[in-house]
């Protein structure tokens, strides 16, 4: 009597690992590594334009002027924030730093937020209007689930894109169009 073996043989345990493989060959291909990086990147540059958007407005409600301007009537604009002209958070030009620093001064942002946003900054672009007490923080996705989302429907001073520009917005089949996803 043959005494019973219990295990796999060499050939049955390599069969097993060629179907493993293909199963997870197949399942790359079908997530796209890619877009799951850019989807990862635009998640994160929009928490990051959302927490600015959302310290501006704290910090208007503790000093009744946004933190561009020297005082509540803005007639001396700290740094060149403006209904037509969007600023990037890094633009050494407009000051935005400033901007950034008076807001953390207040408490609305940690110290080292310029650290922890890191480049994303220099993708999200800010308009705003002390008089309409009004902001908005806007950044281009390059993820197409982000380029599809019906808030991607504004060029980059948050002003509707499709507003007799011919631009249509949302668009992800083009990574070329000027759409942008805005907080307000």
């Known amino acids: ?43 994160g ?8 958007h959302g310290s501006v407005i704290r910090y208007y409600a503790i000093k009744s002027q946004m933190p561009w301007c020297a005082d509540a009537t803005c007639t001396t604009v700290l740094n060149s924030v403006s209904d037509t002209t969007p600023v990037t ?16 001064d207040t408490g609305e942002l940690k110290k080292d937020f310029v650290n922890l946003a890191g480049g994303q900054l220099a993708n999200i672009w800010i308009t705003g209007d002390n ?16 380029r599809a989302d019906p808030n991607t429907k504004y060029d980059k001073n948050g002003v509707l894109a499709s507003a007799g520009t011919g631009i249509t917005c949302p668009d992800a089949a083009n990574a070329a169009a000027e759409c942008y996803y805005c907080i307000q």
């Open 1 to 43: 009597m043959k005494k019973g073996s219990f295990g796999f043989t060499l050939i049955e345990l390599l069969i097993v690992i060629a179907l493993l493989g293909a199963l997870a060959i197949g399942l790359l291909a079908a997530l796209d590594p890619f877009e799951q990086l850019k989807k990862g990147t635009d998640t």
């Open 45 to 52: 540059t929009r928490n990051t334009a959302n927490e600015f």
């Open 89 to 104: 958070l890094t633009s050494a030009t407009s000051g935005t730093p400033n901007t950034i620093q008076n807001v953390v």
């Open 131 to 146: 008089n309409t007490q009004t902001i908005r923080v806007c950044f281009k996705p390059t993820a197409k689930s982000f």
